[in-house]
């Protein structure tokens, strides 16, 4: 009887081993091909019923100044790390143990990137455990300049709106390469939660998190230099 079990067992995983490799992204292919979808925007087609707002842009197509907010925003040390911001996490878990509340995110823009592509919003272990793969693979074989560009296209900034270029023109009614400073905050603020913060919200707390963004924007323009 064990040794069906144990056989059983050993089955499964090979079938789940298989299962993974086969249906692995080709992550190396994106340095010179744009991904066709992603995994939230699929998700979010399922739940709308409509494929969402998305004009792809390059690099050079997006303002500065967006760049900028975002990453003042979400990832002020993406240009220095290597897929991974350790500090911050630890300072999210000893916030957590403190609080006794849920770990907040501290992910990087790389880590958001690999989730927003192929993964879920799920915190469960096994999609932890394939998000850091997919981080170092991105941060192996794409440039970081790619893997921004990579993220502001495919991040949603509105309820129905993913990239940059879907954002400011539903929002603004310009190109994303002719963003204002205010503009890219109030794009940046939202990235936590684009369906409720976002430029036609009227939340106090998003306002306030404009501002923040703003202040914290002229005091890190070393960035730029990055960009």
């Not at 692995?24 to 019923?49: K, Y």
């Not at 707002?53 to 050079?60: C, G, M, S």
């Not at 991974?84 to 878990?93: G, I, M, S």
């Not at 469960?124 to 893997?147: D, F, M, Y």
Request: charged share 25%; hydrophobic share 40%; net charge positive.
């Amino acid at each position: 009887m064990l040794r069906r079990v144990l056989l059983a067992l050993v089955l499964s995983s090979s079938l789940v081993a298989a299962w993974q490799w086969l249906t692995w992204p080709d992550v190396a292919a994106l340095a010179e091909t744009n991904p066709t979808t992603t995994a939230f925007i699929d998700r979010h087609r399922r739940e709308s019923g409509k494929r969402p707002d998305q004009t792809w842009v390059t690099y050079a197509g997006i303002s500065p100044t967006l760049k900028h907010a975002v990453l003042v925003a979400e990832d002020i040390g993406f240009f220095s790390h290597r897929g991974f911001e350790l500090e911050e996490l630890r300072t999210a878990v000893r916030q957590s143990l403190e609080t006794k509340r849920p770990l907040r995110g501290a992910s990087t823009i790389t880590q958001q990137l690999a989730k927003n592509l192929w993964l879920s919003p799920s915190r469960n272990p096994w999609r932890k455990a394939k998000e850091i793969q997919l981080t170092r693979q991105l941060e192996r074989h794409l440039s970081k300049r790619r893997i921004l560009e990579l993220y502001l296209n495919v991040a949603q900034f509105g309820p129905d709106q993913f990239g940059a270029e879907a954002a400011s023109r539903a929002f603004f009614g310009i190109s994303a390469t002719r963003l204002s400073e205010r503009q890219a905050a109030q794009l940046a603020a939202g990235l936590s939660r684009p369906r409720s913060w976002n430029p036609s919200s009227d939340s106090r707390g998003y306002r306030h998190r404009v501002e923040v963004l703003r202040v914290r924007m002229r005091r890190s323009r070393w960035i730029l230099k990055e960009l």
